[in-house]
């Protein structure tokens, strides 16, 4: 019987190949070395987000749009100043004369006016008031303007007299002095019973012209 076979194997590689292969290897290595290196991929780089908190005014004012420029002003043209028109004022009427002191019953009293204080008796009761007044108005200018001599008055020249119970407004009255007629404006108050004069105020107007006697029944003579 025969035994086991033991082969060998001898690497019997020649001088010559091994140094083939050392200097591929060189050169390999030399072009490796020559070949650029690749380019590392680009990072993308991360989008950086600032956040800015902001108030209710500052989101309103960001959101308003911009302000227009303002147009330059023009100086504005002042219209010449008009002169304001005077203002006239009516007069102020003059205020009534107000004696304190009643005369008329004084005067009737006198031993003079017997005659007075007989026709007084005969006239109705409006028209004794009304001739109580008279009396009195004549009294009450005497002694005011010592000027005027009133010696007669017609309480109805310009305007009729208004009784109203025992008083009594004459607004358009007359007197004569020294033959000449003047207007006349009073208010006369009677005692209850209408037979004195208890108040009374005056004024007195102006001269009234000649040439309206007529029309206004003034005689020219007492």
């Known amino acids: 019987m025969r035994g086991p076979v033991v082969v060998t194997l001898r690497n019997e590689a020649s001088p010559w190949g091994i140094s083939a292969a050392v200097a591929l290897h060189a ?8 070949m650029p290196l690749p380019k590392p991929p680009k990072r993308l780089e991360e989008e950086r987000v600032s956040v800015d908190i902001l108030t209710q005014q500052r989101f309103e004012a960001s959101t308003r749009p911009p302000p227009m420029p303002a147009a330059p002003e023009m ?26 002191e009643m005369l008329s019953a004084k005067t009737l009293a006198d ?6 204080r007989a026709d007084f008796a005969t006239f109705a ?19 005011w303007r010592t000027d005027y001599q009133p010696e007669r ?14 008083m ?3 607004n358009g009255a007359a007197f004569r002095s020294r033959r ?6 009073f208010r006369c108050q009677l005692a209850g019973d209408g037979e004195s004069v208890v108040g009374f105020e005056f004024l007195v107007g102006d001269l009234i012209p000649r ?7 003034l005689p020219a003579v007492h």
């Open 75 to 100: 100086p504005a043209a002042v219209p010449p100043r008009a002169a304001s028109p005077a203002v006239s004022q009516p007069p102020a009427a003059p205020a009534m004369i107000r004696p304190t």
């Open 125 to 143: 009761s409006d028209e004794r008031m009304v001739q109580l007044c008279n009396l009195e108005a004549m009294d009450q200018i005497r002694r």
């Open 180 to 185: 000449n007629w003047y207007g006349l404006k």
């Open 211 to 217: 040439e309206k006697w007529d029309e206004l029944g």
């Open 168 to 170: 009594i407004a004459a």
């Open 153 to 166: 008055v017609v309480p109805y020249a310009t305007a009729e007299e208004k009784i109203d119970g025992t």
């Open 27 to 34: 050169l390999l290595a030399a072009m490796l070395a020559l």
């Open 111 to 116: 031993p003079g006016s017997r005659q007075a």
